[in-house]
């Protein structure tokens, strides 16, 4: 497995370095001198957004899709060879704060991440000049924060109780594990899948760390229910 991730990082460095030997445009002076010939004011804010957009899709390269995919690749790869360097198996963190830390990592790592993709658009010139694609988005990062940690903070009751921290994570553990966080792993699972596939890469990292929170969350009750079976046999006998 350290192989395979080695090689997906060498992959993800190649495309990105290719990525910066092509220019955005296939022709970047007729793009700028039709883009510059856009009268917003004539067209009407909308239509001169939608005509700017046909625009730069006829004339944009592969560039940034060779750059957006290597970093997704380059997330994966990293990812795995953290994960599975040492082998298949993997462990939850090793306490309770650590995966609360997790938790709230994925939370702050899913709100920087859309605000890097906001930021990284607009250096690419993803946006009309005359339309306000920053700060309407941007007002709605707070909103965001909130709902994020919100979200991780209310998980952490998962941890109220029967838990234990440290746990193995398998896949074999998914009967008589709590179904809520094997249904949220899958969706998140999908979300990720889907992120990768469209070369969204500002969200496949958050969207790993949320895997791995909720499949600690998921593991460690499972081994917390594990252990007390015994007591439980042995306490009826």
């Given at each position: 497995?350290?192989?395979?991730?080695?090689?997906?990082?060498?992959?993800?460095?190649?495309?990105?370095?290719?990525?910066?030997?092509?220019?955005?445009?296939?022709?970047?002076?007729?793009?700028?001198?039709?883009?510059?010939?856009?009268?917003?004011?004539?067209?009407?804010?909308?239509?001169?957004?939608?005509?700017?957009?046909?625009?730069?899709?006829?004339?944009?390269?592969?560039?940034?899709?060779?750059?957006?995919?290597?970093?997704?690749?380059?997330?994966?790869?990293?990812?795995?060879?953290?994960?599975?360097?040492?082998?298949?198996?993997?462990?939850?963190?090793?306490?309770?704060?650590?995966?609360?830390?997790?938790?709230?990592?994925?939370?702050?790592?899913t709100v920087s991440g859309y605000v890097g993709d906001?930021?990284?658009?607009?250096?690419?010139?993803?946006?009309?000049?005359?339309?306000?694609?920053?700060?309407?988005?941007?007002?709605?990062?707070?909103?965001?924060?909130?709902?994020?940690?919100?979200?991780?903070?209310?998980?952490?009751?998962a941890m109220n109780g029967k838990f234990k921290a440290?746990?193995?994570?398998?896949?074999?553990?998914?009967?008589?594990?709590?179904?809520?966080?094997?249904?949220?792993?899958?969706?998140?699972?999908?979300?990720?899948?889907?992120?990768?596939?469209?070369?969204?890469?500002?969200?496949?990292?958050?969207?790993?760390?949320?895997?791995?929170?909720?499949?600690s969350l998921w593991a460690g009750r499972y081994a917390?229910?594990?252990?007390?079976?015994?007591?439980?046999?042995?306490?009826?006998?």
């Open positions: 497995m350290k192989r395979i991730s080695i090689g997906i990082i060498i992959i993800s460095l190649l495309s990105i370095a290719y990525s910066f030997s092509i220019s955005a445009y296939t022709n970047e002076e007729e793009y700028m001198e039709k883009y510059m010939a856009l009268d917003w004011q004539e067209l009407g804010s909308r239509n001169a957004s939608n005509r700017f957009y046909e625009l730069r899709d006829e004339y944009l390269s592969n560039k940034y899709k060779f750059q957006d995919y290597g970093f997704t690749l380059l997330i994966f790869g990293c990812a795995t060879l953290i994960l599975f360097g040492n082998g298949l198996s993997v462990n939850a963190p090793t306490s309770n704060v650590k995966v609360a830390l997790v938790g709230f990592g994925a939370a702050l790592l906001l930021f990284l658009e607009f250096f690419r010139g993803s946006y009309p000049w005359w339309a306000d694609s920053m700060g309407i988005p941007l007002m709605g990062v707070p909103v965001f924060a909130f709902i994020f940690i919100g979200w991780a903070a209310l998980n952490l009751l440290g746990a193995p994570i398998s896949i074999r553990q998914i009967k008589g594990s709590n179904y809520f966080y094997v249904f949220l792993f899958v969706v998140t699972a999908l979300i990720v899948a889907l992120c990768a596939a469209e070369a969204y890469f500002w969200m496949v990292l958050p969207g790993l760390v949320w895997l791995y929170f909720y499949a917390a229910n594990k252990s007390m079976q015994p007591t439980a046999n042995a306490s009826a006998d």
